[in-house]
Every structure is written in C-alpha cells, then in structure tokens.
C-alpha cells in the first residue's frame, strides 16, 4: 500500500459502489492500512453510494482500533447512511458494546433513529443486546421513544422474548401501555413467551425499588441509578391507603430469597444499600410532609 501511494496513486479512488480503499480496510479489519491512508490524506468520511461511511462500517465490522483511529482523525460520529442508520445503531444492532461506549464518549447522539424512527436503545432491546442495553440507559436513552409505527423497545424485548431486557428496561420506567400492535403483555403471550409474560403479571405496578430488590444484578449495582430519580417515584401513594407504596414494597419483598446462590456475596452488597434506601425514603417524606404543599 504504501509503494502504490508513493507511486500515485489516488486515495480516493472508489469501485462501482463507491467503496473506497479506506472503507475495504476497515471493513476488513486493517488498521495499518487505515492509519496509512488517512495519512495520505483520504477523506475520513467519503461514503459509498448507499451512504455507508467507513465508521459505519467498522463498527458494524466490530473493528474497535479502527473506529478509534478514525474517530481520532475526526469522522463524524453520527454520520448516517441513506437509510438512517448511525454508528451507534449499528455498533448497538450487533452488540458492540464496547465500539458503542467509544461512540457515546465521542458525543454519539444516543436517540438518533432511522429512517423507521428505530433507535439504537429499541434495536438493542430488540436483538438482546443486555449490556448495550444497560449502556445506553445510563447515557440517559430515552427508554419509551417508540418506532414510527408505535412499537417501543420493551414491546419489542417482549415480542422477541428478552426477559432479562424487559426486566432493565421496566426498571428504568419503560411504559407498558398498549401500541397499536397490544401491550408489552399480551405480546409476550401471543409469542408463547411464558416466563416473561408471567413476570410481566407479577411486577404489575412495581416501583423502581421493587425491581431493585427483585433482581440480584441490579441489587448488586446498588441504587446508583436511583440516585437521580425524583423522590415521588419511590413515594407514589397507594389509591387505597394512601400510604407510600415504597415503604411496604420495602417490607414485603425479601432479596436474598430471590437470589441465586452463586450472586450471594455481591447481592449482600446491594440488599445492604437498599435497607439504606428503605431507611432514607420515609424520612425525606417525612421532611416533605413537613413543609406542606407547594
């Protein structure tokens, strides 16, 4: 490669589909050949004729040195191609997690969506890409942006028969009203996913809390992920007592019941931040209560 640049030849030379060699190298996993390029001063952002631009490219590849060389050399990081579609979404479609977390510390815009209104959280959820899942979450998705077609991401996990997905999801508010195709509930039912649907039934109204307690991996976090919540979510009244629904949801589920044996250790960890939890949640209403309405 470097014999033929020195010899003349054109960087940006492309074939009949608008590939240019920048785009073959990282397509096909050849960072040396990238640096060398770019280098020669190949256009970091030339796209093929279906818009495909070589950071697409590498990250639907999982080409993780290539994407950082090119991010380096200053690709546009929510260049999309014809259709829409972004690195991230790519990276996240085929659970690139760590090509995605590159993406969204290079300023990625993580709720750009397609051409359908598909997001990189909905095309995460829907290929059970967990820790993609969980990624984008935490960079503040917005977890019930739906499809053009009405179709949210926890209606897709359901769809598709993603418990675990469905599970993160619900615990970051993922609404389970009906789309036009039915609720999150009734897909899982159609689809013959038993366990989830039968999950579905039984978390019926829970609380963030309740899903914390319920589920080790998120116990064994802690309640980092609560911390920004406003406290009315943890604080919502019950319609028939009036009483907040976290204080008993504190009382009547029992974590270490819930847990496997072999997550014991860590889940202690995280069932102790939550009694921390139960302890500060009466006591800030309390303090609430204290100054009357506003």
Same mark, same amino acid.
């Given at each position: %490669? ?21 785009? #073959?190298?990282? $397509? ?7 640096? #060398? ?36 050399? =200053? ?14 979404? %790519?990276?996240?479609?085929?659970? /690139? ?20 209104? *598909? ?8 290929? =059970? ?12 998705? $917005? *977890? ?26 619900? !615990?970051?508010?993922? =609404? ?16 013959? /996913? ?16 309740? /899903? ?21 979510? !943890?604080?919502?009244?019950?319609? =028939? ?39 500060? *949640? ?13």
């Amino acid at each position: %490669m470097r014999l033929l640049l020195e010899g003349g030849a054109s960087v940006g030379a492309a074939d009949g589909d608008g590939a240019t060699a920048l785009l #073959l190298a990282c $397509a096909g996993g050849y960072p040396e050949i990238a640096r #060398l390029l770019l280098e020669a001063d190949a256009a970091v952002g030339q796209a093929r004729n279906d818009g495909i631009a070589p950071l697409l490219r590498a990250c639907q590849e999982g080409r993780f040195d290539i994407v950082r060389l090119l991010l380096e050399a =200053s690709a546009a990081v929510n260049q999309a191609k014809d259709d829409g579609t972004t690195p991230l979404y %790519m990276a996240c479609q085929e659970g /690139h997690l760590e090509i995605a977390r590159l993406l969204l510390e290079a300023g990625a815009a993580v709720n750009q969506a397609d051409a359908g209104g *598909v997001t990189p959280l909905y095309v995460a959820s829907q290929n =059970s890409h967990l820790e993609c899942v969980r990624l984008l979450l935490k960079t503040s998705a $917005a *977890v019930n942006q739906a499809k053009d077609d009405g179709a949210t991401p926890l209606f897709a996990a359901c769809y598709e028969g993603h418990l675990e997905v469905a599970k993160l999801l619900s !615990f970051h508010g993922a =609404s389970r009203a009906a789309t036009p195709f039915g609720t999150p509930e009734q897909a899982a039912n159609r689809e013959g /996913h038993a366990d989830l649907a039968a999950w579905l039934v039984a978390s019926r109204g829970w609380t963030p809390l309740q /899903h914390l307690e319920a589920c080790p991996r998120l116990a064994a976090e802690g309640v980092s992920a609560l911390s920004s919540r406003p406290l009315h979510l !943890f604080c919502r009244r019950s319609p =028939s007592s009036g009483r907040g629904r976290c204080c008993a949801a504190a009382r009547t589920l029992q974590p270490a019941r819930l847990l496997p044996s072999s997550g014991r250790a860590s889940s202690a960890r995280g069932a102790s931040r939550i009694r921390l939890l139960r302890e500060s *949640v009466p006591q800030s209403r309390s303090a609430l209560s204290s100054r009357g309405p506003r």
